[in-house]
């Protein structure tokens, strides 16, 4: 009776011990990227899960604990070149407890979270290993946040560090190209990388993130070839980069225009068309309200004319100081980006043919202009062809530059070489443009450009001083802003 007893007791311990197991969620697959300055591990697995990771010393080592979890995949087919990963093991503690052991070059800051799922991916556990401390630490809310491309990320799970203070990022001083002159700098970025990898083309044929990048390659190759440009990549290779980062990433290069590329998709693959969009008035106010809440505990420069620093302004100046700026970077975004929409509509067809404002968090800068370009869109068949080839790139390239050449010819920064060639009478001018912001009047706008409010009326047949929001005025010549 009493060996019955036993043995239907351990029967039953089986019978939960398997169901457990069974019940467990599996690692199925683990995917690897190398970005400049991390290394970031993306597990693939069939439900949520908990988890802890810690560093150990001597040697150096991260371990990853995975509760309810068993591993259904390979580790050593991964790539561990030119990461600071010399192997990565793992035990099964218990039926429904995975430890995962990576052998470590040198020491790493660790960030962790996870991923619920979305429409290209299941549950995702993601390991970011930042190579310096200052780096990770002030990546700790952007390494998560950015990775909402992907999903909905949970608290990040940060290793023991004694990180140094963070410093804020401030905007670059460029170095002066021969003559006292330096280069206008484009910052090219390339939408999407390593597990986001964007739109996928019919039959996920193309990748939207491999696009990108080869027409920011492209652009890049074809802005250096113009005396006094330079183009700047933000993401140089196959990997993910927070949305935040990518204007961090210009504003330390230095760059006096942002273009972040793209290739859209949509529910019809019969939606065709480029679109070139820039920040809207409402996305605008909004980060203008960030920046401005952001300066009380830190002090964050605007760059471009002057630098002003807003550490020693009280709130309302900062905030007037901020309006502008955002104002001035927001109406030569719609200007750059309406000559740019202008010669693509000369080599593919255009989804809208002015300029659309949407709230994009790659655009929200209040001191750099910044246009996003949709390329065409990835879902449809055609275009998605005609984006894989690199003769269509290379076109789509190239009207991208004529627009940004265009714009910078008319509205040269000061102490550029393009400033000094176009007041040395070397290039031709052409007329100055200004886009019509929400807010803005005729007078105001006169005040700005210093010229005569008449003369301004003149040279745009106005008849009234009424003007529209998204309306090209022409900026008269200096010869006529004595006018009143």
Do not use: C
């Not at 420069?301 to 502008?324: H, P, Q, T, W, Y």
Request: avoid cysteine; glycine fraction near 8%; charged fraction near 20%.
């Amino acid at each position: 009776m009493r060996m019955r007893a036993l043995l239907s007791t351990v029967g039953l311990i089986l019978v939960v011990l398997t169901a457990d197991v069974l019940a467990a969620t599996e690692v199925r697959s683990v995917r690897l990227w190398r970005a400049p300055d991390n290394t970031r591990l993306v597990f693939d697995l069939s439900g949520p899960v908990q988890h802890s990771v810690f560093t150990l010393t001597a040697p150096n080592r991260l371990v990853i604990d995975v509760s309810g979890a068993q591993l259904a995949t390979r580790l050593d087919q991964l790539s561990l070149s030119n990461t600071p990963i010399t192997a990565i093991r793992s035990a099964q503690r218990t039926p429904t407890d995975l430890r995962l052991v990576l052998d470590l070059s040198a020491m790493v800051s660790p960030k962790s979270f996870t991923l619920a799922p979305n429409q290209q991916y299941g549950n995702r556990l993601v390991v970011d290993l930042f190579d310096d401390v200052s780096a990770a630490v002030n990546s700790t809310t952007t390494a998560a946040a950015g990775s909402a491309q992907s999903g909905t990320p949970t608290p990040p799970v940060v290793a023991p560090v004694t990180p140094p203070p963070s410093v804020p990022a401030t905007a670059t001083k460029l170095p002066p190209v021969p003559g006292g002159k330096r280069d206008i700098v484009i910052a090219i970025d390339a939408g999407h990388g390593g597990e986001d990898p964007g739109a996928l083309g019919p039959n996920r044929s193309v990748f939207e993130k491999n696009v990108t990048l080869a027409i920011a390659r492209e652009l890049q190759r074809q802005i250096n070839a113009e005396k006094g440009f330079r183009g700047e990549l933000v993401r140089t290779g196959d990997y993910f980069i927070p949305l935040r980062k990518r204007t961090e990433i210009a504003r330390k290069k230095g760059a006096d225009l942002f273009i972040s590329i793209h290739a859209d998709a949509a529910p019809r693959s019969s939606a065709f068309g480029a679109s070139v969009f820039a920040l809207s008035e409402r996305g605008a106010t909004s980060e203008t309200a960030r920046w401005l809440a952001d300066s009380e505990n830190q002090s964050d420069l605007i760059g471009g004319a002057g630098n002003v620093s807003l550490d020693d302004k009280d709130r309302m100046l900062a905030g007037v100081l901020l309006d502008l700026s955002m104002t001035a970077s927001l109406s030569s975004s719609l200007n750059v980006g309406q000559k740019v929409l202008s010669h693509m509509g000369s080599i593919t067809p255009l989804h809208k043919r002015r300029v659309e404002q949407a709230g994009f968090m790659v655009l929200k800068s209040p001191d750099i202009p910044s246009i996003l370009v949709e390329t065409g869109f990835i879902s449809n068949p055609n275009e998605a062809k005609k984006l894989a080839s690199s003769s269509h790139q290379q076109a789509l390239a190239r009207s991208i530059t004529t627009g940004v050449r265009q714009f910078f010819h008319q509205n040269p920064p000061p102490g550029t070489y393009i400033a000094s060639q176009r007041d040395a009478g070397r290039i031709a001018p052409g007329p100055r443009e200004h886009v019509v912001t929400p807010g803005e009047s005729l007078a105001l706008i006169a005040q700005r450009y210093q010229v005569g409010l008449a003369a301004l009326r003149s040279v745009n047949s106005l008849k009234t001083d009424t003007i529209k929001v998204g309306q090209v005025l022409s900026i008269p010549a200096t010869a006529l802003a004595a006018q009143p």
